[in-house]
């Protein structure tokens, strides 16, 4: 069975709703114990970093999240869950779970007439090979909605771009984990293939 992080950062529900439509069972829990026992993980959220971390400490996930990672379970982070598994957020300035080297930065669009937050449709391209990202064809649209965006710090983390006033990673990775900016709940059938792909992946 998936686990589903529960941590006052968006909707998990929706998460379990695309899951059960592809006849996977997932279960939505804020105990720590549960995740570090999880055969694999969804990372998702939405929201601010500073209170997201808050919440993760208050309840012990940062310490169960970071030991399910050196265990090596598999975890799929989304969104929030993208930018808060590097070491810093500009966003509250916050210090988040350090589990791939990076830091989360706002967009600052040369062209004022850009919207932030980026909010709806747009191509995703893969700059690199992962399991996860099998099936992705050039310019397949994912949905997004953000103000920030994950940096890593060394290139062979990132696995995908996408544009908006910027070029940024829209897929990072390391080892057993992979996250995503744009949510791959709410992004019709690639979306749920990703999702299927994470139910299938084995990390090396």
Known sequence: ?????????????????????????ARIT????????????????????????????ARGLDQALTEAF?????ILGICLGCQIV?????????????LIPGRTVRFRPADPALKIPHMGWNAVEATRP???????RPGEQFYFVHSYYPQ???????????????VFPAAIGRDNLFAVQFHAEKSGPVGLQLLKNFAEWKPC
């Open 70 to 74: 050196r265990a090596g379970t598999p």
């Open 130 to 136: 992962h399991p996860l990202l099998a099936h992705l």
């Open 86 to 98: 590097l070491t810093h957020s500009e966003e509250d300035d916050a210090d988040c779970l350090n």
């Open 1 to 25: 069975m998936l686990t589903i992080v529960d941590y006052q950062a968006g909707n998990p529900t929706s998460v379990r709703r695309a899951l059960e439509a592809l006849g996977l069972s």
């Open 152 to 166: 890593s710090e060394r290139p062979e983390d990132i696995f995908a771009v996408c544009e908006h006033g910027v």
């Open 30 to 57: 804020a105990d720590p114990e549960q995740v570090r026992r999880a055969g694999r993980i969804i990372f998702p959220g939405v929201g601010a970093a500073g209170a997201a971390m808050t919440v993760l400490r």
